[in-house]
């Protein structure tokens, strides 16, 4: 049971690169998310998707924007990279928004230089 | 706005001894508090949780207690042992919200 895969492991792009981060799940939860997390700062919500065909900002989402494909997938999109983006990035999935256990993926290093 | 503060931000303990980590909140809360553990090079993975209905709840070596009247909850782990050192997160889903918000992470490093 792969649980949550995030694609690809690494990655760095230069400034004004678009990338797209790949996020799928396969324990058919309805809630998707997309974290990013910084050295002091935790864990920090980018958007979310609480069922599929629904997204919605979380606490840092300028700059990015997402995609929920399918159930299965939600998908991070950076149209324009820029250095404040270097961080590491977490796809998590739960059975429903709230109350509920998120799992997450291994997660991505991205570096902007 | 909501906010979870986590203390301390590094916990150094001798193996065998008890750690505990503290965790406040500002604004009222939800009834749902996961504490998760992350190791080096992984992604976050939930350990206990504890619903507002509990004061306390305990899986082998690891506790949870939650005082909502004073709105803090802490995690404690006794007999640490070597594989305990981690980053640990607690969280906590705000009246209103559908989504957690996460403290800034302890890290605990337990000496052999």
């Known amino acids: 049971n792969a649980g949550v895969t995030q694609t690809p492991k690494f990655q760095v792009l230069k400034t004004g690169q678009s990338m797209t981060l790949q996020c799928a799940q396969d324990m058919n939860h309805n809630s998707m998310y997309w974290y990013r997390q910084d050295p002091g700062m935790g864990l920090r919500l980018i958007y979310y998707s609480a069922s599929e065909g629904t997204t919605d900002k979380g606490e840092v989402p300028n700059g990015y924007n997402v995609s929920r494909l399918n159930k299965r997938e939600f998908s991070l999109r950076l149209e324009s990279a820029a250095p404040s983006q270097t961080s590491v990035y977490f796809c998590?999935?739960?059975?429903?928004?709230?109350?509920?256990?998120?799992?997450f993926g291994q997660g991505t290093r991205l570096t902007v230089v | 706005g909501e906010n979870v503060e986590q203390h301390p931000s590094t916990l150094s303990v001798q193996e065998g001894d008890s750690a505990v980590i503290k965790c406040t909140y500002s604004d009222s809360a939800s009834n749902y508090f996961p504490w998760y553990k992350q190791e080096l090079g992984k992604g976050p993975q939930l350990i206990i949780d504890?619903?507002?209905?509990?004061g306390e709840k305990k899986d082998q070596r690891i506790a949870v207690t939650l005082n909502k009247t004073a709105k803090h909850f802490s995690l404690h782990i006794t007999e640490t042992q070597p594989e305990d050192s981690a980053v640990y997160f607690c969280a906590a889903i705000f009246s209103g919200y559908s989504t957690l918000t996460f403290g800034k992470g302890t890290m605990l490093l337990v000496s052999p």
């Open positions: 504890i619903r507002s209905n509990v």
């Open positions: 998590a999935s739960s059975e429903t928004p709230m109350n509920t256990e998120a799992f």
